[in-house]
Nanobody, 124 residues
Framework: EVRLVESGGGLVQPGGSLRLSCVASEFAFSNYAMGWFRQAPGKRREGVAV???????IYSDYAKGRFTISRDNAKNTMFLQRNSLNPEDTAMYYC??????????????????WGKGTLVTTSS
């Protein structure tokens, strides 16, 4: 059974940084495209970024220049880095995997597996 476990969330002050991790197991991580998505309170889940097996990245418009997605295939782990957090970044952040090596858009409908999420709260 595919397993995705996110970590790194918590309470962060505005202007602070976060680095989320997603550890994958029970599938060939290096051959899958991966992505980060988030859902703010009272809002729909939205895409942040995706990364393919060759570490080519695609970001949502709002995420460009604000977030950095990366992966370490040797550790079956994907990361999301965000500096200068603001209250609008408060959300549940989800890790997702796609049964395929490539992904040409940040679209939750093309992802096949999901983690349970890690909550990030930006507040003073």
């Amino acid at each position: 059974e595919v397993r995705l476990v996110e970590s790194g969330g918590g309470l962060v002050q505005p202007g602070g940084s976060l680095r989320l991790s997603c550890v994958a197991s029970e599938f060939a991580f290096s051959n899958y495209a991966m992505g980060w998505f988030r859902q703010a309170p009272g809002k729909r889940r939205e895409g942040v970024a995706v990364i393919d097996m060759l570490s080519k990245t695609i970001y949502s418009d709002y995420a460009k220049g604000r977030f950095t997605i990366s992966r370490d295939n040797a550790k079956n782990t994907m990361f999301l880095q965000r500096n200068s957090l603001n209250p609008e970044d408060t959300a549940m952040y989800y890790c997702a995997a796609r049964r395929g090596a490539y992904c040409n858009r940040v679209d939750q409908s093309v992802m096949d597996y999901w983690g349970k999420g890690t909550l990030v709260t930006t507040s003073s």
